[in-house]
């Protein structure tokens, strides 16, 4: 679904995207407070949602949700307050979330799945599901089946020779 897609990705929807991150040291509340009023980048002002998770002896986890996704945004904000990450996962994009999977795991999203993820993500971009036309599926049944598109044409080269144009003379 190429519109979804285009809904998901593009930033002027400001579709919320969700990290969890491990930060270097300890993030106070003035630096999260920082992180959440904005930071300046070299290509525009970020900022994002802070939510503290815990705070280990290696540096802090927190949850960040932002609504935009330039490269490398989470790490280049976290360095620009002199936290460097450690580690970096996008835990949701919009309504859709990792829930249980893990690293590099796939899997499809089923019908009633993509209806709802479809219909909240119209909702929040201010449209109405009749905006966009839903993905049309074709089904054939086994009785009108057709040969594969390459037979076809196999089949109309050989009923019509292909004619021979001759070069023009230089």
């Given at each position: 679904?190429?519109?979804?897609?285009?809904?998901?990705?593009?930033?002027r929807?400001?579709?919320?995207?969700t990290?969890?991150?491990?930060v270097?040291?300890?993030?106070?509340?003035?630096?999260?407070?920082k992180?959440?009023?904005?930071?300046?980048?070299?290509?525009?002002t970020?900022?994002?949602?802070?939510r503290?998770?815990?705070?280990?002896?290696?540096?802090?986890?927190?949850?960040?949700?932002?609504?935009?996704?330039?490269?490398?945004?989470?790490?280049?904000?976290?360095?620009?307050?002199?936290?460097?990450?450690?580690?970096?996962?996008?835990?949701?994009?919009?309504?859709?979330?990792?829930?249980?999977?893990?690293?590099?795991?796939?899997r499809?999203?089923?019908?009633?799945?993509?209806?709802?993820?479809?219909?909240?993500?119209?909702?929040?971009?201010?449209?109405?599901?009749?905006?966009?036309?839903?993905?049309?599926?074709?089904?054939?049944?086994?009785?009108?089946?057709?040969?594969?598109?390459?037979?076809?044409?196999?089949?109309?080269?050989i009923?019509?020779?292909?004619?021979?144009?001759?070069?023009?003379?230089?």
């Open positions: 679904d190429g519109e979804l897609a285009e809904l998901l990705l593009h930033p929807h400001r579709i919320a995207r990290y969890r991150v491990h270097k040291g300890r993030l106070s509340n003035s630096v999260a407070s992180l959440e009023r904005g930071v300046s980048l070299e290509d525009g970020a900022k994002g949602w802070v503290f998770v815990e705070d280990t002896e290696e540096g802090t986890w927190f949850d960040i949700t932002i609504y935009e996704g330039r490269n490398r945004i989470i790490r280049r904000m976290c360095d620009a307050v002199n936290h460097p990450v450690l580690s970096l996962v996008r835990m949701a994009h919009g309504p859709l979330t990792l829930k249980s999977m893990r690293p590099g795991e796939l499809r999203l089923s019908l009633a799945e993509y209806q709802q993820v479809r219909h909240q993500i119209l909702r929040e971009c201010g449209l109405e599901p009749a905006d966009i036309p839903r993905p049309r599926t074709v089904t054939r049944s086994p009785a009108k089946s057709r040969a594969p598109r390459s037979a076809q044409l196999m089949r109309r080269r009923a019509k020779p292909l004619k021979h144009r001759k070069s023009p003379r230089p």
